[in-house]
């Protein structure tokens, strides 16, 4: 049985901004995928078949970013480490890292776009 999400967009409305942020607070790098439509989408680095689910930024005139929306966690070593480069990337740290008991620890941030996104670790 597998996790039942397999795939996300994060909307967002300057693309560029929102690569760059998440660039430079998970240090990855993004791929351009085709679009049905007038939408724009960058996929986050994915593997076919691997775990956890793959997704992408959106910037689409059906879709809009802001606070309240789905809550999207980012898995990594520490939460503390890209906790830290939030600021940096111009976004802001809405929860310091904290336990969630034997689930491990989260921080929740904002992106540049008023997105709140996750991140979570075992550490």
């Given at each position: 049985m597998a996790n039942p999400v397999n795939w996300f967009e994060i909307y967002v409305d300057d693309i560029e901004r929102a690569k760059a942020f998440y660039s430079k607070v998970l240090g990855i790098e993004f791929t351009k995928l085709p679009s049905p439509d007038e939408?724009?989408?960058?996929?986050?680095?994915?593997?076919?078949?691997?775990?956890?689910?793959?997704?992408?930024?959106?910037?689409?005139?059906?879709?809009?970013?802001?606070?309240?929306?789905?809550?999207?966690?980012?898995?990594?070593d520490d939460v503390a480490e890209p906790a830290g480069r939030v600021a940096?990337?111009?976004?802001?740290?809405?929860?310091?890292?904290?336990?969630?008991g034997d689930y491990g620890f989260i921080a929740l941030i904002r992106d540049t776009e008023g997105n709140m996104v996750g991140l979570h670790s075992h550490n």
């Open positions: 939408g724009e989408m960058w996929a986050f680095p994915m593997e076919e078949n691997a775990p956890n689910a793959a997704g992408t930024l959106i910037k689409h005139p059906a879709g809009n970013p802001g606070m309240g929306g789905t809550m999207v966690y980012f898995a990594c940096d990337a111009g976004g802001s740290v809405m929860q310091d890292k904290m336990s969630i």
